[in-house]
């Protein structure tokens, strides 16, 4: 009878990353995962108006890159980056409240769910005209540039963006003065009911960065020691002055592309076999493959993370809308630190 092979189970040296690595991953992995189908749910019993855009199925594209960052380095996100709000350090109660458009929420009320920010975290609230954050970023890491700080930008999009005129010019503009900014393509197959061969003639859209002059990746989105590592060498660069990386993530969003669509554009054969490829199940079962995690570890942490969602939810309804004034507050902005000559 031949023998059958056992697999190997890896080592945390094979892994290359610590354990409070991994398990920082993970619980913010968990805990976006969490949130989000929470927000689902609430949307769907009426609790708050408007849609809601779930990034279930892409967490780890978002939590591996943020992973790590300082409080300094700036994020701009566009509408699926509830993972980047998480793992930047977004009090729950600021993300909740953003979501309820109420008073508490850092932008008052005054924009769409999902277009989460926070300046004292260095998060950008995102524009509803696709791939304005990247032309913002790129402008924060001028900025960094200009100043002479070794921080970074992280910009995030999805694959449907990167055919926007914007997108393109701040790309391009980076390429040339070599800013310190990673890009992050969210490739999910899909913009809206649009699948990406659609978008674009090219099958990685990775390659979209030879035309700029700097490196392009594309890696499997779904693997978040992978996204983290291959973040964390893209930000090494970007800080050391060598310029800007592109990488594409390719992953898929498990649900429309807001609560409000049935997404039935697509396959379920295609649905069925993505969602094999769960990330936070597959960082899950590394975690107990390399013996750092329990299934009783993990019944705790839901039952913590499900607490603080719980109180963050209750502070947030009970807080009241803006007053229609508010909406002239903080939109302009009179402090304009950096003089153009000195660049
Ligand atoms: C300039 C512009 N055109 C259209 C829209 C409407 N819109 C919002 S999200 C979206 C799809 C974006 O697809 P992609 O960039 O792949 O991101 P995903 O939603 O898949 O995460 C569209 C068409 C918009 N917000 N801005
Ligand atoms: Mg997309």
């Not at 279930?56 to 701009?76: F, H, K, M, N, S």
């Not at 913009?191 to 990685?204: N, T």
């Not at 379920?268 to 490829?277: A, F, L, R, T």
Request: net charge neutral; aromatic share 10%.
């Amino acid at each position: 009878m031949p023998a059958t092979k056992i697999a190997a189970k890896p080592s945390l040296k094979q892994i290359g990353l610590s354990k409070e690595t991994l398990l920082g991953l993970y619980t913010n992995l968990l805990k976006t995962r969490m949130l989000d189908e929470r927000f689902r749910k609430l949307f769907r019993q009426g609790r708050f108006a408007g849609t809601y855009f779930s990034a279930v199925g892409q967490e780890a594209t978002t939590v591996g890159p943020t992973y790590g960052l300082r409080d300094e380095d700036i994020i701009a996100p566009s509408h699926r980056e509830i993972g980047a709000a998480v793992t930047k350090g977004i009090p729950l109660v600021h993300i909740v409240a953003q979501i309820y458009a109420r008073i508490n929420s850092p932008d008052k009320g005054k924009t769409h769910p999902c277009h989460y920010g926070w300046r004292e975290k260095g998060f950008i609230s995102p524009s509803s005209t696709l791939a304005g954050q990247t032309v913002t970023g790129t402008g924060c890491a001028m900025g960094f540039q200009i100043q002479k700080k070794d921080n970074v930008v992280i910009a995030f999009f999805g694959e449907g963006a990167t055919a926007r005129g914007g997108w393109h010019e701040a790309v391009n503009y980076a390429g040339i003065h070599k800013l310190p900014i990673i890009y992050v393509c969210q490739n999910n197959l899909w913009a809206e009911s649009v699948p990406a061969h659609r978008q674009a003639g090219i099958k990685d859209f990775s390659d979209r960065a030879k035309a700029y002059g700097f490196p392009g990746i594309t890696i499997d989105g779904n693997d978040v020691v992978l996204v983290h590592k291959t973040a964390a060498k893209a930000i090494e660069r970007a800080r050391n002055g060598e310029g800007p990386t592109l990488i594409e993530c390719k992953t898929y969003r498990w649900y429309g592309h807001s609560e409000i669509d049935p997404a039935d554009y697509r396959r379920e054969e295609e649905i069925i076999e993505w969602k094999k490829g769960d990330p936070i199940a597959r960082a899950e079962n590394l975690l107990l493959d390399l013996g750092i995690h329990t299934s009783k570890k993990r019944e705790a942490m839901v039952e913590q993370i499900n607490q603080e969602i719980d109180e963050a939810v209750a502070a947030c309804e009970k807080e009241k809308y803006a007053e229609p004034e508010e909406a002239y507050n903080d939109v302009y902005s009179e402090n304009f630190p950096v003089r153009r000559d000195d660049y």
